[in-house]
T-cell receptor, first 110, second 117 residues
């Protein structure tokens, strides 16, 4: 079974609104990452949060991590049409492996 | 700066034909290398990873194989393609963090769209 699973599977919002995506995982981790993928392209790394961190910011992105609940959230503030993409969380699965969730498809309407 | 290349970008192959996808990384040494497959609208499935020349770990028993003939070259192959091999193949690399056995940020190539007919 997948280590990380995102929720919701799809999200449609208006430009200017905030978008929140959640990720749950099953086993203990060293770090959790969020990636973005535009349609038909490779993934782009957005942010990495380590297991001893609770919150991290990068521009309009805010990531939280709750290791007691084995969950993370990605908040995109003041969304833009260009934020339309799929967003994936990824967790280390031991060794050099990273396990990706199925992703949240975000659509931002102009 | 580091860059990662994949080719070809798209490929249409008949069932039973061979496959060779190539991935090269520039601007770094001794990277960890990864091959993933992504089905339409789905997440990434790790196929192979490599921590050094000639060192390949396979995650899923299947019709594919991987090789790493040079430090920054990673090749995905098949002797006979199946319909189920269709998908979007992504190569990625990450920095080797000394002796630490831990994953960190991965940098992805542009991908190869494979259609098996």
């Amino acid at each position: 079974s997948q280590q990380g699973e995102e929720d919701p599977q799809a999200l449609s919002i208006q430009e200017g609104e905030n978008a929140t995506m959640n990720c749950s995982y099953k086993t203990s981790i060293n770090n959790l990452q969020w990636y973005r993928q535009n349609s038909g392209r490779g993934l782009v790394h957005l942010i990495l949060i380590r297991s001893n961190e609770r919150e991290k910011h990068s521009g309009r992105l805010r990531v939280t991590l709750d290791t007691s609940k084995k969950s993370s959230s990605l908040l995109i503030t003041a969304s833009r049409a260009a934020d339309t993409a799929s967003y994936f969380c990824a967790t280390d699965a031991g060794g050099f492996k990273t396990i990706f969730g199925a992703g949240t498809r975000l659509f931002v309407k102009a | 700066s580091q860059t990662i290349h994949q080719w070809p970008a798209t490929l249409v192959q008949p069932v039973g034909s061979p496959l060779s996808l190539e991935c090269t990384v520039e601007g770094t040494s001794n990277p960890n290398l990864y091959w993933y497959r992504q089905a339409a609208g789905r997440g990434l499935q790790l196929l192979f990873y490599s921590v050094g020349i000639g060192q390949i770990s396979s995650e899923v028993p299947q019709n594919l194989s991987a090789s790493r003939p040079q430090d920054r070259q990673f090749i995905l192959s098949s002797k006979k393609l199946l319909l189920s091999d269709s998908g979007f193949y992504l190569c990625a690399w990450s920095v080797r963090l000394g002796l630490a056995i831990i994953t960190d940020t991965q940098y992805f190539g542009p991908g190869t769209r494979l259609t098996v007919l």
